[in-house]
């Protein structure tokens, strides 16, 4: 019976931690590794879902203010006034 704290006795498994890019697992990051990422980059299997943008609603006020803000100040500059 293996113990509670062996893993790999438990699931069959060995947990070694890789180093990043690191695509074979040999502990080092070379060629090989290259090689590896060639054989399997593809732009098709790309995921994910393009969103159109949208402004935010505060985005919406602060613009609504500097319009009102703007013209304003054109009402100042022209001189002209609300009867």
């Not at 990043?20 to 060629?31: M, R, S, W």
């Not at 990422?37 to 159109?52: D, E, I, M, Q």
């Not at 943008?53 to 001189?79: I, N, S, Y």
């Amino acid at each position: 019976m293996a113990p509670i704290y062996d893993y790999a006795g438990h699931i069959g498994l060995m947990l070694i931690a890789a180093a990043p890019g690191d695509a074979n697992f040999d502990g080092i990051v070379d060629v090989a590794d290259l090689g590896i990422l060639g054989a399997n980059w593809s732009a098709s299997k790309a995921t994910g879902t393009a969103s159109a943008l949208v402004p935010e609603p505060t985005t919406m006020a602060v613009l609504g203010f500097g319009l009102v803000c703007l013209g304003c100040r054109c009402r100042k500059v022209m001189g002209t006034t609300r009867p």
